[in-house]
């Protein structure tokens, strides 16, 4: 199986990183325009034939709510109070604290950094908003387009919502890193609406249920904590969209159209991965005098890397696709071998959310 970015491949120590340089990643972050098929699809049956969709987007309208008038804007954030922990969430101010670095020093770097991860939660929402659009057109049933124009609103509030923290709160929007850029391309040039919800739906929403519950449980911002909590709901309910859309296609698929699924899911999780957060520490790092390529080697010298590399991971995606059989014999190893899984397959079980999201009525 060929891996996705080969072009910007290289190997630091044992291990295979996604590296650009400045110039090839300004030109991929001014690529506007994007060509990409999208099979429109017409049905006449108006009659609910997916009831657990149809459920989903009747739980999808009960929830909404307003980004500008549910969030008290009113609420500080300030730039010099810590509002995650010091040390194991965020890597600049974990690495620069072992180093000895001062907590201002730290706390500055807290901020920086999560500057830039929100930036790209907020590229990764419009990537998300594009992408329902697509499905709207492309999913063969009305309980489907029902469900993916609900999710259109959805992403549309979370782009919104995002946008005015980064603004409002913060000050500034990074750029979209380069390596997240090419893979939501790749989610949106993908072929079939099948696998435009498998990369959608199913990786990118079941990586951004992790890193949401991640940040809420770590969050003593009362502000961020209320966004987090309120987008998080939301996006629970985009990964159930996901689960049951997918555990359908596989009751379907043929032996090719799984295997087809199998790396195509690895591909994209392997290249994210493969990334090991250089598009932030290259932008970054410098300003506290950390060198990109030294942080990422001294952290794969640190014993069990793979438990801590694999924690986004193995919240929410990598269960789900073991439990949707997506993960299967033949491609387990690899996922191990990169740090994308470690311990048992399914996790610690569902996320709270998700599960409540998948409860009938
Ligand atoms: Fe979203
Ligand atoms: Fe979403």
Redesign the pocket.
Known sequence: MEKLLTEYRKNLGDFEIVEFDEGRAAELQSQLDIDVPVDLHWTWNYASEAEELRALYERGKRGQWNAETDVDWRIPFPRDEWFLPKVGLQLMPSVLDAMGADDATCRAAAFDEFAWTFSQLLHG?QG?LQL?GQLTNACPTMDAKFYAAS?VV??AR?VEVMAKFLQRKIGTIYPISPTIKLLLDKLLEAPTWKMKTLG??TL??GI?VGIFDLIQKGSTNPLLSHVIRR?KQ??A???AFGILTMRRTVKEATPEEMVEMEDFAFGVLEALNANQQLDMLQLLGPKYGLDPQNVVQMLQGVDDWGKFNSEVFMHTVVPNLARLGLITERTEASYRAVGIMWGDRFGAGIDSDVQASLRPQ
């Open positions: 929402e998300a329902c999710q959805d992403e979370h959608m739906q990118f929403e951004a987008v939301d996006e309910r985009h990964a």
